[in-house]
C-alpha cells in the first residue's frame, strides 16, 4: 500500500507517517516549514498544479490529509479542496477534520454548526466543515472526526494542551480550568492506529474518533498529571460558559478493530 501523507510534519501526521514507515509500508509525507524527517517532501498545499503533479508521480493507493492550518483552513476549502478531488478519482482519501458542532453525543449525521466571526478560531472550524462538503462527493473517502489530540507521539513531542499545563506544574502558577466544558479526547497513537486502519478499509463516510468517556477541561488536566506523575496542586476548577461537545463511538465500534483506551 502507496500512502501519501499531507501534513506528515505535524503532530497527528507524525505520528502515521511513523507507525506506516516502522511496519514497512510504502509511505511518503510532506511538510511546509517543519521537515523533521529527512525523507520528506516539502509541500505548500496551496501550490496545487505541484501538489496534482505529486500525486499524479508517486500514484499513492491512499492519501491521507493531516494538514491543521488554524489561520488558512477556509482557503484550503475553497481553493485547494475541491481542485485536489476532482484530480484524484477512486484514491482513497482520508480527511482528518475536527468537532463541527456543540452537541452532547454527535453521531455522524449531526449537522454542521458554521462558527461566527466571533468564535474561536471560526476560520478552522468552518474551513473543516466547507471541506467535509466537498470531500463527501468523492466515491472512496473517509473524513475523520478526532476528540482533541493529547499525548506524546513517537518522537517524543508532547502535544500542546499537555506542555501548557506542565509549564504551570513548573512554576506553581495557578492554571484555572473550566469544569463546565466537556470535550471529546483521543490520544494520538490510538488516533494515528485507527487512521492507519481506515487506509486499508472499504468504510465510506465519516467516522467520530474518541475516547468514550468524555472529560472538562479541569478533569483533563488533572488526568495528565496522574497520567504523567504531575504535582496538581496548580489546577485551580471554575465555571465558565457551559460547553458540551461530545462523540457518539457507536459507529467507530462497529466499523474498526482499533481498541481507543482510556486516560
Keep these: 500500500m502507496r500512502t501519501l501523507i499531507i501534513g506528515a510534519s505535524g503532530f497527528l501526521g507524525g505520528t502515521i507517517y511513523y507507525k506506516l514507515k516502522k511496519s514497512g509500508h510504502d509511505v511518503l509525507g510532506t511538510y511546509t516549514s ?106 472512496n473517502y473517509c473524513i475523520v472526526r478526532p476528540g482533541s489530540i493529547y499525548g506524546v507521539d513517537p518522537y517524543g513531542k508532547m502535544d500542546n494542551r499537555s506542555l501548557a499545563l506542565k509549564s504551570h506544574v513548573d512554576s506553581g502558577e495557578e492554571y484555572i480550568r473550566a469544569n463546565n466544558i466537556v470535550f471529546s479526547i483521543v490520544d494520538v497513537n490510538e488516533l494515528a492506529d485507527a487512521i492507519i486502519e481506515l487506509a486499508s478499509n472499504n468504510y465510506v463516510g465519516i467516522l467520530n474518533i474518541s475516547e468514550e468517556k468524555p472529560v472538562s477541561h479541569y478533569d483533563f488536566n488533572k488526568a495528565l498529571c496522574r497520567k504523567y506523575g504531575w504535582d496538581d496542586s496548580c489546577i485551580v476548577p471554575n465555571e465558565e460558559k457551559e460547553k458540551i461537545y461530545y462523540f457518539d463511538n457507536s459507529l467507530r465500534k462497529k466499523i474498526l478493530k482499533t481498541k481507543i483506551g482510556g486516560l
Excluded at 520528506?40 to 493507493?61: A, S
Excluded at 456543540?102 to 478560531?121: A, C, L, T, W
Design 34 to 139: 517543519n521537515k523533521r524527517d529527512s525523507d520528506f517532501i516539502k509541500q505548500d498545499v496551496f501550490d496545487i498544479n505541484r501538489l496534482i503533479t505529486l500525486v499524479d508521480e508517486y500514484k499513492p493507493d491512499v492519501i491521507i490529509w493531516a494538514v491543521m492550518n488554524h489561520e488558512r483552513e477556509e482557503e484550503i476549502a475553497d481553493k485547494v479542496m475541491p481542485v485536489l478531488c476532482n484530480a484524484i478519482g477512486n484514491t482513497r482519501f482520508i480527511f482528518v477534520s475536527t468537532s463541527v458542532a456543540y452537541e452532547k453525543n454527535m453521531s455522524e449525521d449531526i449537522k454542521p454548526f458554521f462558527r461566527g466571526e466571533d468564535s474561536y478560531n471560526y476560520h478552522y472550524f468552518n474551513g473543516k466543515i466547507k471541506s467535509e462538503s466537498v470531500i463527501k462527493k468523492l466515491s
